[in-house]
């Protein structure tokens, strides 16, 4: 379980969590322990100060000795303190009244405050310090003891530290509490957060493995707008492009199968025949002739099938240069006025311009060939294909149009694939290797131009290639 990606994750979002809760709650403590403490110090320097003003009142003679007595009791009570009066000058005139202080004097004073110590405290400054006791530790506060503006002493408190122990005592046990409650808290946050953060690449994982063996159906649902939510969309866009791959490699195949299979068959039969002397003289000249034919008609397909992965892997190598089109169109349409004459074609051409293009001018008639046998293909007899060359936005647009059947709509973005056919019913002896479109397509988007149709049912269809114009030399040299 710890071992995958959840168990990680939630053992560091685990750790984390714990770890920045034990770290506050140090601090916390640390805080408090101070707070306490220090106001532990405030309270007993404010007793020692109302100590000294009223051991400075009974030496005046203002109060007297029991009248002092009773309040240094009751400050001891109040703090949980014992309280030392400590060395005090007699040459003030005040011999009798400092004797009596004297007898609130203890060895705390000497055990808890240095040399040092006192003689700060002579000095006017109030000292405090902490002792640790093997019990409890004891906070020590002097204040000096005035006589008419001259320090004369001074006054300690010492008082247990319980109510500090307690008070973190108590803290401490809070903090513990709050540590469980925290580490339910984060193990309940942390096991859904991995959950939600995993279980996406955990059917990542499980999808690819489905993809590996062949199933391109796998998807990934992930209905964030995060990171994930990309790499899941991401995911599932490579898995519908590999099952196009793959459904177009399987196409391949079979189109290839078929292209291949009538013809070597028939050649086979052909061969066969002649072997085996069954032809008379005039039969084995027509079969050999027809045979003839297809062997010609495959060695296409395969030169089309080899020029078409040229293209695609960017083998082919483009010799541009300024190129006239429209004498391009007017040489293809001499090499094909029998195919013309054939089938009672007319040809009308829309030359408005006289237009010249960066490009390869075999390539471009290689494009032009391919769009007209197509026209010529799918025209019935004595039909009219328009062939024409219009400019527009620095490209000049090439366009042959036919009167034939028409395109289906929902078609026409997959007609320049490879071996696709819209009637399904067209045979091989037809024409055509299927692959002209998608040559003239590759050889569009080498010359960084577009292709495209336009087509109605009945009304024929327009085929066009678009290339940049000719601007200069400069240009391209």
Same mark, same amino acid.
Request: aromatic share 8%; proline share 3%.
């Given at each position: 379980?710890?071992?995958?990606?959840?168990?990680?994750?939630?053992?560091?979002?685990?750790?984390?969590?714990?770890?920045?809760?034990? =770290?506050?709650?140090?601090?916390?403590?640390?805080?408090?322990?101070?707070?306490?403490?220090?106001?532990?110090?405030?309270?007993?320097?404010?007793?020692?100060?109302?100590?000294?003003?009223?051991?400075?009142?009974?030496?005046?003679?203002?109060?007297?000795?029991?009248?002092? *007595?009773?309040? %240094?009791?009751?400050?001891?009570?109040?703090?949980?303190?014992?309280?030392?009066?400590?060395?005090?000058? *007699?040459?003030?005139?005040?011999?009798?009244?400092?004797?009596?202080?004297?007898?609130?004097?203890?060895?705390?004073?000497?055990?808890?405050?240095?040399?040092?110590?006192?003689?700060?405290?002579?000095?006017?400054?109030?000292?405090?310090?902490?002792?640790?006791?093997?019990?409890?530790?004891?906070?020590?506060?002097?204040?000096?003891?005035? &006589?008419?503006?001259?320090?004369?002493?001074?006054?300690?408190?010492?008082?247990?530290?319980?109510?500090?122990?307690?008070?973190?005592?108590?803290?401490?046990?809070?903090?513990?509490?709050? #540590?469980? =409650?925290?580490?339910?808290?984060?193990?309940?946050?942390?096991?859904? &957060?991995? @959950?939600?953060?995993?279980?996406?690449?955990?059917?990542?994982?499980?999808?690819?493995?489905?993809?590996?063996?062949?199933? &391109?159906?796998?998807?990934? *649902?992930?209905?964030?707008? @995060?990171?994930?939510?990309?790499?899941?969309?991401?995911?599932?866009?490579?898995?519908?492009?590999?099952?196009?791959?793959?459904?177009?490699?399987?196409?391949? $195949?079979?189109?290839?199968?078929?292209?291949?299979?009538?013809?070597?068959?028939? +050649?086979?039969?052909?061969?066969?025949?002649?072997?085996?002397?069954?032809?008379? @003289?005039? /039969?084995?000249?027509?079969?050999? *002739?027809?045979?003839?034919?297809?062997?010609?008609?495959?060695?296409?397909? =395969?030169?089309?099938?080899? /020029?078409?992965?040229?293209?695609?892997?960017?083998?082919?190598?483009?010799?541009?240069?300024?190129?006239?089109?429209?004498?391009? #169109? %007017?040489?293809?349409?001499?090499?094909?006025?029998?195919?013309?004459?054939?089938?009672? %074609?007319?040809?009308?051409?829309?030359?408005?311009?006289?237009?010249?293009?960066?490009?390869?001018?075999?390539?471009?008639?290689?494009?032009?060939?391919?769009?007209? /046998?197509?026209? =010529?293909?799918?025209?019935?007899?004595?039909?009219?294909?328009?062939?024409?060359? @219009?400019?527009?936005?620095?490209?000049?647009?090439?366009? +042959?149009?036919?009167?034939?059947?028409?395109?289906?709509?929902?078609?026409?973005?997959?007609?320049?694939?490879?071996?696709?056919?819209?009637?399904?019913?067209?045979?091989?002896?037809?024409?055509?290797?299927?692959?002209?479109?998608? $040559?003239?397509?590759?050889?569009?988007?080498?010359?960084?131009?577009?292709?495209?149709?336009?087509?109605?049912?009945?009304?024929?269809?327009?085929?066009?290639?678009?290339?940049?114009?000719?601007?200069?030399?400069?240009?391209?040299?």
């Amino acid at each position: 379980m710890f071992k995958g990606i959840f168990g990680r994750l939630l053992l560091t979002s685990l750790g984390v969590i714990l770890i920045i809760t034990a =770290i506050l709650l140090l601090l916390l403590s640390y805080t408090y322990t101070n707070f306490y403490t220090a106001e532990k110090e405030k309270r007993l320097t404010t007793a020692g100060k109302e100590i000294t003003n009223l051991a400075e009142r009974y030496l005046q003679g203002e109060i007297a000795k029991s009248d002092l *007595t009773d309040k %240094l009791k009751g400050t001891a009570h109040k703090h949980d303190s014992e309280i030392s009066i400590f060395p005090l000058e *007699t040459n003030l005139g005040i011999e009798k009244n400092a004797e009596g202080l004297k007898r609130f004097t203890t060895h705390l004073t000497n055990d808890y405050f240095s040399s040092t110590d006192i003689a700060r405290v002579l000095a006017g400054e109030t000292v405090s310090k902490v002792t640790p006791e093997p019990e409890i530790n004891l906070m020590s506060v002097a204040v000096p003891l005035k &006589f008419e503006g001259k320090v004369i002493g001074g006054v300690s408190l010492h008082s247990p530290m319980y109510d500090v122990t307690a008070a973190s005592a108590r803290l401490y046990r809070l903090s513990a509490v709050i #540590i469980v =409650i925290a580490a339910l808290v984060a193990i309940i946050l942390a096991y859904f &957060f991995s @959950d939600y953060f995993s279980r996406p690449l955990q059917q990542m994982s499980r999808a690819a493995l489905q993809i590996a063996q062949g199933n &391109f159906s796998e998807k990934v *649902t992930v209905k964030t707008k @995060d990171e994930l939510g990309a790499l899941a969309d991401s995911f599932n866009h490579m898995a519908g492009q590999l099952a196009k791959v793959e459904k177009t490699r399987r196409e391949l $195949i079979a189109n290839i199968s078929h292209e291949l299979r009538t013809p070597m068959s028939f +050649i086979s039969g052909v061969l066969q025949g002649v072997n085996d002397a069954t032809f008379s @003289d005039r /039969d084995r000249e027509k079969y050999v *002739t027809l045979a003839l034919s297809e062997i010609e008609r495959v060695n296409g397909l =395969i030169n089309d099938m080899l /020029d078409l992965a040229r293209l695609e892997h960017g083998d082919v190598k483009l010799e541009r240069q300024k190129v006239n089109v429209q004498e391009l #169109i %007017l040489e293809v349409l001499a090499e094909k006025e029998p195919d013309f004459l054939q089938k009672k %074609l007319e040809p009308h051409l829309h030359f408005k311009e006289d237009p010249y293009v960066l490009a390869d001018p075999n390539r471009v008639k290689q494009m032009i060939i391919n769009l007209l /046998d197509n026209a =010529i293909k799918f025209s019935g007899q004595h039909s009219l294909i328009q062939v024409g060359v @219009d400019i527009a936005d620095g490209m000049a647009e090439v366009w +042959i149009k036919d009167f034939g059947p028409g395109i289906p709509e929902e078609e026409q973005e997959y007609i320049w694939d490879r071996f696709y056919k819209v009637d399904k019913t067209r045979k091989p002896e037809q024409g055509g290797s299927g692959l002209g479109l998608a $040559i003239t397509k590759m050889l569009a988007y080498a010359h960084n131009g577009t292709v495209g149709v336009k087509s109605e049912i009945g009304q024929g269809s327009t085929f066009y290639f678009m290339l940049p114009l000719w601007q200069a030399e400069e240009r391209w040299c």
